[in-house]
């Protein structure tokens, strides 16, 4: 049973641009949140999607927006990026239970 | 507002030795209460929950996690680390599965030889 996979692995971007990061849940799970976790700290919720819908929001700018498929495959996108906006990126996928992580995006902003 | 507070930033222990890591919360309600480990460049796996009944509950590698509301208190426990424990440790609050989860800001545990 694979778990949650997210693509890519890593990163690179300038400030300005636009990135675009995509998860894939666990079988079976319909929920899928993310996390952005700056390097020592704990992970931050963004969003989480339901039925293709936002469901529930962080305290992060209109620049994080995403995304549910269908299929509930989800992606976040981040617009204007800033230095700040680096961090690993972290999807979780879940189904009326705990949640369960996907081993990240590690995004660099230079 | 749900919060959770990690005292302990950076724990070194023997091998063999016992653990524990504190972590308070801050919640209005009965929380839903979840320990994660990380290990370096990975992802967040899932060590034990706790929603309700029993209040000492058990989970994954050996660990043991014990709920006491008096003191706001969800700490984590380990009778005997091994090498492969060394790694990042978050305890996290929710006010129910799927909503969005609160961590701490981790506890670095070190295991000495």
């Known amino acids: 049973d694979a778990g949650v996979t997210q693509s890519p692995t890593h990163l690179i971007k300038t400030r300005g641009q636009q990135v675009t990061l995509r998860c894939s849940p666990k079988?079976?799970?319909?929920?899928v949140s993310w996390y952005q976790q700056a390097l020592g700290q704990g992970p931050q919720f963004i969003f989480q999607?339901?039925?293709?819908?936002?469901?529930q929001r962080g305290n992060f700018p209109d620049r994080f927006s995403g995304h549910q498929f269908p299929n509930y495959s989800s992606e976040l996108n981040v617009n204007a990026l800033l230095l700040g906006d680096s961090a690993l990126y972290l999807c979780?996928?879940?189904?009326?239970?705990?949640?369960?992580f996907g081993p990240g995006t590690r995004l660099t902003v230079t | 507002a749900q919060s959770v507070t990690q005292p302990d930033i950076h724990i070194t222990v023997s091998e063999g030795a016992s653990l524990e890591l504190r972590c308070n919360y801050s919640?209005?309600?009965?929380?839903?209460l979840f320990w994660y480990v990380q290990s370096p460049g990975q992802g967040l796996q899932l060590l034990l929950k706790?929603?309700?009944?029993?209040?000492l509950v058990q989970g994954i590698k050996g660990f043991e996690a014990e709920f006491k509301r008096s003191q706001s208190s969800f700490n984590l426990r380990k009778p005997s680390v091994h090498w492969s424990d060394a790694a990042e440790y978050f305890c996290?609050?929710?006010?129910?599965?799927?909503?969005?989860?609160?961590f701490g800001a981790g506890t670095t545990v070190t295991v000495r030889a």
């Open positions: 979780a996928s879940s189904l009326r239970n705990e949640q369960y």
């Open positions: 079988s079976g799970h319909d929920t």
């Open positions: 999607y339901y039925e293709e819908e936002e469901r």
């Open positions: 919640y209005g309600a009965t929380p839903y």
């Open positions: 706790y929603f309700s009944g029993d209040t």
């Open positions: 996290a609050v929710a006010p129910g599965y799927d909503y969005k989860l609160s």
